[in-house]
């Protein structure tokens, strides 16, 4: 297995390491806050280690967990250490209202964040319609995804299902706006009509 990245280290990003560990990847785990980010790799099974923040990082494919509000200033502080890197965006750009979406009307959290990376980077939308306790419980959840390269599509299917999730491609980055709206439903579901944080979107297929 070859080694994924993940920026933070918050609840998201604990849920997808300890995921990718049992895998049998070797993880990554990198934070502006190295006392936290050693923290959760204590916490993680052995093959998690720490890497140094603004770096290039281990993995070819590198998770972006952090909040929305953050990527930014997180992407200006890798720069060129992220070209040629596959970055998948967990981000929910909700207003903190949830009156709307913070990013620009025609575009996404994802399209906004890979105006800020290099050009070689390839930004991929995931994880971003799922709860980080409940991906932490484990089953087999379905995760939505909107990549462009069919190259990368394959490689983010690849991992998603190695980590015990159902990949299901939804179209191109454009897309992402859209999963960033479920995203942003979810959380009022979750809030209003749900009553309760532990939930799952599935697709039924018949």
Not at 66 to 75: E, K, L
Not at 127 to 141: D, E, Y
């Amino acid at each position: 297995m070859s080694t994924i990245s993940i920026i933070g280290s918050g609840g998201m990003a604990a849920a997808i390491a300890g995921r990718s560990a049992k895998a049998g990847y070797t993880v990554e785990v990198i934070g502006r806050d190295m006392a936290k980010a050693k923290a959760l790799v204590d916490k993680l099974a052995s093959g998690v280690t720490t890497g140094t923040y603004g770096a290039v990082p281990a993995g070819d494919i590198v998770i972006l967990a952090v909040p929305y509000s953050s990527a930014a200033a997180v992407a200006a502080d890798y720069g060129a250490a992220l070209d040629g890197k596959v970055i998948i965006d967990i981000t929910n750009s909700a207003a903190p209202d949830l009156s709307g979406l913070l990013s620009p009307s025609g575009s996404s959290g994802a399209q906004e964040i890979a105006k800020a990376l290099p050009a070689g980077a390839q930004v991929v939308k995931a994880f971003n319609t799922i709860f980080g306790h409940v991906l932490a419980k484990g089953g087999r959840l379905d995760a939505f995804f909107a990549a462009d390269d069919a190259k990368v599509k394959e490689r983010v299917s690849t991992f998603l299902e190695s980590v015990g999730l159902r990949p299901l491609h939804v179209g191109g980055l454009h897309m992402a706006q859209s999963l960033e709206a479920v995203g942003l439903m979810m959380i009022g579901l979750a809030k209003n009509g749900a009553g309760t944080w532990d939930f799952a979107l599935k697709m039924d297929i018949g």
